[in-house]
């Protein structure tokens, strides 16, 4: 991997997305609206929005970003842009790097604007420090961009790639502990569940929910979640094909 070529990507990828608002805002507002909608709905329960806020907090971030992720690389590959990069001193790993780190770029900013919400003006309440949320608000952001980059792969159209989602994301949204524990699931759906990453990424933000201190459980969340992204970006460069469908 060539690390001029590698930044020289992530530079397109972001001139390409400063002419594209409504992805900008896909990206960055819509995490931030359905945090604000989610915090009134509960008005009247302020502890119901606190123990599922800083979950929520970490999977909004991943759904969006895998979703504008996977269509944004998709129009590379059909519009034959993917294909002529590829004719070039380009390597897949440079390509599928490049893009990272420009989704990457805007996911620090959008887990930031979603973090400062949540904290400082829809009052989430958290034991632990607003920066371990942040990072595991990222960590998610960062899984969700490597998701979209390693389904695109498998789509042919826009509409297809949006079909991913049901197939991807939501069976994690079910299992990842929101909305019951997980030890307390049907054993063969809690064994599903802990070989999910966004088990880990709820499990991480519940860390942050109860201890003010950084615990072992914590690192190891957050570690996984890392590790699954890098995987799946492995694996996104090796499905790469140097031909459009």
Not at 92 to 106: E, S
Request: aromatic share 8%.
């Amino acid at each position: 991997m060539n690390t001029y070529r590698t930044a020289a990507t992530a530079a397109r990828v972001l001139r390409q997305l400063r002419h594209d608002p409504r992805s900008i805002a896909l990206m960055l507002l819509v995490p931030c609206v359905m945090l604000f909608l989610l915090r009134y709905v509960f008005d009247g329960s302020p502890r119901t929005f606190n123990s599922i806020g800083a979950s929520l907090l970490g999977i909004f971030p991943l759904i969006t970003m895998f979703l504008v992720t996977s269509i944004a690389t998709l129009r590379e590959r059909t519009s034959g842009t993917l294909e002529r990069l590829l004719a070039m001193p380009l390597g897949k790993a440079d390509l599928i790097a490049g893009y990272a780190l420009a989704f990457g770029a805007l996911a620090i900013v959008q887990s930031a604007l979603a973090t400062g919400l949540a904290l400082w003006a829809l009052d989430l309440h958290v034991t632990g420090s607003a920066w371990l949320l942040l990072l595991v608000a990222l960590l998610d952001a960062l899984l969700g961009t490597a998701l979209g980059l390693f389904v695109s792969a498998f789509a042919a159209s826009e509409f297809q790639a949006v079909q991913f989602m049901p197939a991807v994301i939501f069976p994690q949204l079910l299992l990842c502990g929101l909305f019951i524990a997980r030890d307390r699931m049907q054993p063969v759906l809690e064994a599903i569940s802990n070989i999910l990453p966004m088990s880990y990424a709820v499990d991480g933000m519940n860390e942050v929910l109860r201890h003010t201190d950084l615990t072992a459980l914590y690192v190891r969340d957050a570690l996984i979640v890392a590790g699954c992204a890098v995987l799946v970006l492995a694996l996104g460069a090796a499905t790469l094909r140097r031909r459009t469908a």
